[in-house]
Structure formats: structure tokens, C-alpha cells
């Protein structure tokens, strides 16, 4: 049963988890059967380990019937019963961790049984927490939405031939919560289009656009921060829609939850990489710059941690732009908020990389032979600075070992993406043939250069083979 879909998710319930759907399964109110309790009390005892010797079918039927012969069809009942039941729990729970999520049911609930006290006094209270609610997101707009057209709904009951106000509520409600909601599609699927071979249709961008620029009641900002989001991605050449979603954001940050500020960075950075990499470097420092906002923000934090990707980029921006000092104080300040399990080999490399930077290659080098290669990036990066140092050094036996046994790693490896293995690959081979510096190889190197299929470090390689001497 290790593998069994109760058990993979039992191991995701935190220990305060796995007492409260004790209670759960007890309570005759859920669940009815003796049998299920029992089994359910066996496998809590196995938490969290859940070891794979005691999780076997045979093991837990023997633990919970050890005088009767084995049966599967009966583990199968409990199986199945049980897991229903936890997936109820996980429903029920975050049902009633999402306290409007309560009211809406009972507005619903007082309005079809004509308590009109029991309803305004909800009503009263749930309004009064959408005022307070701290985000100024789409979720905000569906909730008000959701209160809006409940309310409407309470009106028509009451059979009242008056104007309301709440039917016009809720209709704007509607229209901002789809059009945000609409916007954020809409960047998004851009924004993957731009990153990866992703063949979206962005239906209906330019009529939102102009849906926008044309009602005033749509001016929220949320909807401008995602409208100018949409014109940014869509007109990447003009840096003043870019300029405005920087403002905005700086703006209005506190209407976002960390999670979507998140996101509204990510734009503004990936924004920035793509406009150097289309040979614009003035907007080298604007990245670095929007780095330190999103680090300033908190929202290169991952589960309490930086980020290792986030601090390898940052990293790497820094040096490009030459702030070396900035640079060593940083990986040194920083390493301690990265996860445990990254901490040494981040370390190691990025310091391998400021020392790199700085031409000092038997420094880098020692760094580099202390990264460990449990993870597959660190491993292919870490080869391909080698192979920069080899060639810088000009020991050319050590690069051409290094080449022939990279090119093979990366030909059997599965552990990355096709465009990814076509990259590093692309690489080997164009630096194999800079190597050689060789006349007859040059028009071959020089089409690798300049074709757009990935190619690993194609700035370096330029760079390399500009200063390159020819036999």
C-alpha cells in the first residue's frame, strides 16, 4: 500500500493534521464505522514514516486481523472508505479556514428560510470584513461580487417595486472581477509564450485593452496594473509601459498578497532579461535594481527561504555590472538564508563565479571542485565554467577531456529539458570548434553564433572568438 493514493497523502498531513482527522474519523457525525476507526488508529501510529515494510497490504491486514486468513477485497473497502474520508476532511477544513466562504453559505441558507434577522445581521458582519479585507486583487472583486449578487437575490424576496442599488453592484463587481481576471490570462499566457514553445491563443487582448481605456468604473489597481502589464508584453520596444508598471507597483503593493506581488515583479524582471538579451544593456542595472525591490519585498522567499535560483541570478547580474564588492558581501550576508541543503553548494559556486569574474581562475577552480553535484544544474554549470576556465588558461588537453566527457553526460542525461539539452549541447560543440582555431571551422562557427537555437553562453563565445588568433 505504499504507493496507494491514501498513504501518499497521509504523508503530506502535518502531525497537528493527523490528530484533528482522528477526531474526524471518530466523530459519528462522519463516520459510522468501528472498522474504519480502527484501521485509520493503525496507520497514524506508522506516522510519518509510513516505512515501507509496515505499509505492506499483507503487513497492515495481519496488524488489524491477525487471526483471520488475508483478504483483499475487505483492505479494499477500508482503503477506499478512508480515503473518502480524508479527502472530506481536507474539503471540510478548508471550508472552515475561509471564513466568507461560511457566511456566503449561510446567507444563502437564511435568505431560503425567510430569516431576515439571522440574514442582516450576517450580511452586516460579512460587509464589514470585505471593507477590511487588506488585498485589492481579483479575489477581492469576487468576493464582492458574490455579497453583491446574494444581496440582490434577498432584495427580489422581499417583493419590493424599488430601485436597488445592489443589482448595479453586483453587475460592476462582475465586470471588474472578469476583466481582471481576464488580464491576468492574458499576461500570463504572453508571458509563456515569450519563455517556452507554448502555442496559446490570447483571445480578446486587444478588446479588453480598449474595454479599459474606455469605462472609467474598470479603473482599479489591480486592472491597471495588469492592463499595463498587457501592453508591455505586447509592445516590448516601449519602455514607458514598463516605466508605469514600476510605478504602479510601487504604488500599490499593499493591495497584493505576497504571492501575486510576486508575480507583478517577476513581470517587471523578466521584462528587463529579455531587453538585454535583445541587446539592449542599458537594462542590465534596471534589472538589478528590480532584483533588490523583489529581495526588499520579501518575495524571492520560498517557504522561508531565498530562493537559490533567485540568488544565483542575482549573483550573476551583479557581476556582469562589475559590482564585485556588492557581490562578495552578498553571497557571504545571503548564504545563510538559503534551505540547508543548498547553503554549501551555493556557496562554493557563486564564489567560483566572483573569482571567475575577477580572473582569478586557480581560486574559482578550487571552489568549483568542492561543489557536490547532487543537483543537475549546479553539475552542468559548474562543468561549463571549467570549460571557460580550461579554454581561458588555454590548457587545451584538460578542455578537450573535459568536452569529450560533458558532451557524452549530457547526451545520456535525462534529467533536463530538450531545449535545455540542446543548449548546453550547442555549446560544447561550438567551443569545440573555437578550440581548434582553425580557418576552415570559422563560416560553421561563426552560423552557430548567430542562428537563434539555444546556445549556452553565446555572449562568451562571441566574445572568445573575436579575440580568437587563426592558424
Same mark, same amino acid.
Given at each position: 500500500?505504499?504507493?496507494?493514493?491514501?498513504?501518499?497523502?497521509?504523508?503530506?498531513?502535518? *502531525?497537528?493534521?493527523?490528530?484533528?482527522?482522528?477526531? %474526524?474519523?471518530?466523530?459519528? %457525525?462522519?463516520?459510522?464505522?468501528?472498522?474504519?476507526?480502527?484501521?485509520?488508529?493503525?496507520?497514524?501510529?506508522?506516522?510519518?514514516?509510513?516505512?515501507?515494510?509496515?505499509? *505492506?497490504?499483507?503487513?497492515?491486514?495481519?496488524?488489524?486481523?491477525?487471526?483471520?486468513?488475508?483478504?483483499?477485497?475487505?483492505?479494499?473497502?477500508?482503503?477506499?472508505?478512508?480515503?473518502?474520508?480524508?479527502?472530506?476532511?481536507?474539503?471540510?477544513?478548508?471550508?472552515?479556514?475561509?471564513?466568507?466562504?461560511?457566511?456566503?453559505?449561510?446567507?444563502?441558507? /437564511?435568505?431560503?428560510?425567510?430569516?431576515?434577522?439571522?440574514?442582516?445581521?450576517?450580511?452586516?458582519?460579512?460587509?464589514?470584513?470585505?471593507?477590511?479585507?487588506?488585498?485589492?486583487?481579483?479575489?477581492?472583486?469576487?468576493?464582492?461580487?458574490?455579497?453583491?449578487?446574494?444581496?440582490?437575490?434577498?432584495?427580489?424576496?422581499?417583493?419590493? @417595486?424599488?430601485?436597488?442599488?445592489?443589482?448595479?453592484?453586483?453587475?460592476?463587481?462582475?465586470?471588474?472581477?472578469?476583466?481582471?481576471?481576464?488580464?491576468?490570462?492574458?499576461?500570463?499566457?504572453?508571458? @509563456?509564450?515569450?519563455?517556452?514553445?507554448?502555442?496559446?491563443e490570447v483571445r480578446f487582448a486587444n478588446v479588453i485593452s480598449k474595454l479599459v481605456d474606455d469605462n472609467a468604473v474598470l479603473a482599479t489597481p489591480s486592472i491597471a496594473i495588469y492592463h499595463t502589464i498587457l501592453n508591455m508584453?505586447?509592445?516590448?520596444?516601449?519602455?514607458?509601459?514598463?516605466?508605469?508598471?514600476?510605478?504602479? *507597483?510601487?504604488?500599490?503593493?499593499?493591495?497584493?498578497?505576497?504571492?501575486?506581488?510576486?508575480?507583478?515583479?517577476?513581470?517587471?524582471?523578466? /521584462?528587463?532579461?529579455?531587453?538585454?538579451?535583445?541587446?539592449?544593456?542599458?537594462?542590465?542595472?534596471?534589472?538589478?535594481?528590480?532584483?533588490l525591490k523583489s529581495l526588499d519585498a520579501g518575495t524571492l522567499m520560498d517557504g522561508g527561504f531565498l530562493s537559490p535560483w533567485a540568488y544565483k541570478n542575482l549573483i550573476g547580474v551583479g557581476l556582469r555590472l562589475k559590482k564585485?564588492?556588492?557581490?562578495?558581501? %552578498?553571497?557571504?550576508?545571503?548564504?545563510?538564508?538559503?534551505?540547508?541543503?543548498?547553503?554549501?553548494?551555493?556557496?562554493?559556486?557563486?564564489?567560483?563565479?566572483?573569482?571567475?569574474?575577477?580572473?582569478?581562475?586557480?581560486?574559482?577552480?578550487?571552489?568549483?571542485?568542492?561543489?557536490?553535484?547532487?543537483?543537475?544544474?549546479?553539475?552542468?554549470?559548474?562543468?561549463?565554467?571549467?570549460?571557460?576556465?580550461?579554454?581561458?588558461?588555454?590548457?587545451?588537453?584538460?578542455?578537450?577531456?573535459?568536452?569529450?566527457?560533458?558532451?557524452?553526460?549530457?547526451?545520456? *542525461?535525462?534529467?533536463?529539458?530538450?531545449?535545455?539539452?540542446?543548449?548546453?549541447?550547442?555549446?560544447?560543440?561550438?567551443?569545440?570548434?573555437?578550440?581548434?582555431?582553425?580557418? @576552415?571551422?570559422?563560416?560553421?562557427?561563426?552560423?552557430?553564433?548567430?542562428?537563434?537555437?539555444?546556445?549556452?553562453?553565446?555572449?562568451?563565445?562571441?566574445?572568445?572568438?573575436?579575440?580568437?588568433?587563426?592558424?
Amino acid at each position: 500500500m505504499e504507493d496507494s493514493k491514501l498513504i501518499e497523502l497521509l504523508k503530506t498531513f502535518s *502531525t497537528k493534521e493527523l490528530r484533528e482527522f482522528n477526531e %474526524f474519523v471518530v466523530s459519528p %457525525f462522519f463516520n459510522k464505522n468501528a472498522e474504519l476507526v480502527r484501521f485509520y488508529e493503525h496507520l497514524r501510529s506508522l506516522a510519518p514514516a509510513f516505512a515501507a515494510s509496515k505499509v *505492506t497490504r499483507e503487513a497492515i491486514f495481519l496488524a488489524l486481523y491477525p487471526k483471520d486468513k488475508y483478504n483483499d477485497k475487505q483492505l479494499n473497502y477500508l482503503n477506499n472508505f478512508l480515503l473518502k474520508l480524508a479527502e472530506q476532511f481536507i474539503a471540510y477544513t478548508r471550508f472552515k479556514d475561509n471564513e466568507l466562504t461560511e457566511r456566503y453559505h449561510l446567507l444563502e441558507a /437564511y435568505n431560503q428560510r425567510n430569516l431576515d434577522k439571522h440574514y442582516q445581521f450576517i450580511y452586516n458582519q460579512t460587509n464589514k470584513l470585505l471593507d477590511e479585507w487588506p488585498n485589492r486583487n481579483h479575489e477581492f472583486y469576487q468576493l464582492q461580487y458574490l455579497l453583491a449578487d446574494i444581496s440582490n437575490r434577498y432584495f427580489l424576496k422581499q417583493q419590493i @417595486r424599488r430601485y436597488d442599488d445592489r443589482l448595479q453592484l453586483a453587475g460592476d463587481y462582475l465586470d471588474q472581477y472578469y476583466v481582471v481576471t481576464k488580464l491576468k490570462y492574458c499576461c500570463e499566457m504572453l508571458d @509563456r509564450k515569450m519563455s517556452i514553445a507554448a502555442e496559446y491563443e490570447v483571445r480578446f487582448a486587444n478588446v479588453i485593452s480598449k474595454l479599459v481605456d474606455d469605462n472609467a468604473v474598470l479603473a482599479t489597481p489591480s486592472i491597471a496594473i495588469y492592463h499595463t502589464i498587457l501592453n508591455m508584453l505586447l509592445d516590448m520596444g516601449n519602455a514607458e509601459w514598463f516605466k508605469k508598471l514600476v510605478a504602479l *507597483t510601487e504604488e500599490h503593493k499593499a493591495y497584493f498578497p505576497m504571492e501575486e506581488l510576486k508575480d507583478l515583479y517577476s513581470y517587471a524582471i523578466n /521584462y528587463c532579461i529579455r531587453r538585454v538579451n535583445q541587446g539592449a544593456p542599458e537594462f542590465l542595472e534596471e534589472l538589478f535594481k528590480q532584483y533588490l525591490k523583489s529581495l526588499d519585498a520579501g518575495t524571492l522567499m520560498d517557504g522561508g527561504f531565498l530562493s537559490p535560483w533567485a540568488y544565483k541570478n542575482l549573483i550573476g547580474v551583479g557581476l556582469r555590472l562589475k559590482k564585485f564588492d556588492w557581490t562578495e558581501d %552578498f553571497i557571504k550576508d545571503y548564504n545563510e538564508k538559503l534551505s540547508p541543503e543548498f547553503r554549501a553548494n551555493a556557496l562554493h559556486y557563486n564564489l567560483a563565479e566572483l573569482r571567475y569574474y575577477q580572473k582569478n581562475y586557480d581560486k574559482a577552480l578550487v571552489h568549483l571542485n568542492q561543489v557536490e553535484f547532487s543537483d543537475i544544474y549546479y553539475n552542468l554549470d559548474t562543468k561549463k565554467m571549467m570549460l571557460k576556465i580550461y579554454y581561458e588558461l588555454d590548457e587545451i588537453d584538460a578542455l578537450l577531456s573535459l568536452l569529450a566527457s560533458f558532451k557524452m553526460f549530457l547526451r545520456r *542525461t535525462k534529467l533536463i529539458s530538450a531545449s535545455n539539452k540542446v543548449a548546453y549541447l550547442n555549446f560544447v560543440q561550438a567551443l569545440t570548434l573555437l578550440s581548434r582555431k582553425e580557418k @576552415r571551422v570559422q563560416p560553421t562557427l561563426q552560423r552557430m553564433l548567430n542562428d537563434p537555437e539555444p546556445l549556452g553562453d553565446r555572449a562568451w563565445l562571441k566574445l572568445m572568438s573575436e579575440n580568437a588568433s587563426v592558424y
